[in-house]
């Protein structure tokens, strides 16, 4: 049987590197320990593992970073799928799966693919972690700027309105996720004028 702290301890340090290089700005050498990760948790603790859809996800968002959404898509989607089974429906890392996945698709201006993802992520938030958590402000805000390039500028304004007081009672006024959704809503305010 396989050790299970020397697996931790070997995935640990290349998911840690792999957040070092990321925050270098090293994207590519991120990947590269990334995909080792992902390769140790498919080996020896199967696909269906917690850790396997992180690292699946970790992969996933890197790509998306770097702008290459074809290859980001299908990471995401299979961390979506494998959080669903191992974690469960209402997990907040399944709702964090569902924001990215839903992300990408507003990236691609796909934002009717886009809106039903953040509003599942956001059911699932707003259950998992709570109503005032500022991960639930954040869907919010990408659900709102998503029915602003729709054009849906009411139901825009509702969606950023709510997520700016959560932000502001969860972060404060001069919080750089409140600031920026202050500007997403001045901009959905003066569309309504």
């Known amino acids: 049987m396989q050790n299970t702290n020397a697996i931790d301890d070997e995935l640990a340090a290349y998911v840690a590197q792999g957040r070092v290089l990321l925050a270098r700005g090293d994207c590519q050498a991120a990947l590269e320990q990334f995909d080792r990760a992902l390769a140790l948790c498919e080996q020896r603790l199967g696909p269906a593992h917690p850790h396997t859809a992180t690292m699946l996800h970790n992969l996933g968002t890197v790509l998306y970073a770097l702008r290459r959404y074809k290859d980001a898509q299908p990471y995401l989607e299979r961390a979506l799928a494998q959080r669903e089974l191992a974690l469960g429906p209402q997990h907040p890392d399944t709702a964090e799966s569902y924001n990215n996945l ?3 698709h507003y990236a691609r201006r796909d934002y009717g693919a886009a809106l039903p993802l953040f509003e599942r992520a956001l059911r699932i938030r707003e259950q998992a972690i709570g109503m005032w958590h500022p991960d639930t402000a954040s869907t919010l805000n990408n659900i709102g700027t998503a029915l602003h390039a729709q054009g849906r500028y009411p139901e825009a304004r509702r969606a950023l309105a709510r997520a700016l007081t959560i932000f502001e009672a ?24």
């Open 170 to 193: 969860a972060l404060g006024p001069a919080h750089p996720r409140t600031v920026a959704c202050c500007d997403d809503l001045a901009i959905v305010q003066a569309k309504l004028q």
């Open 102 to 104: 839903a992300a990408l």
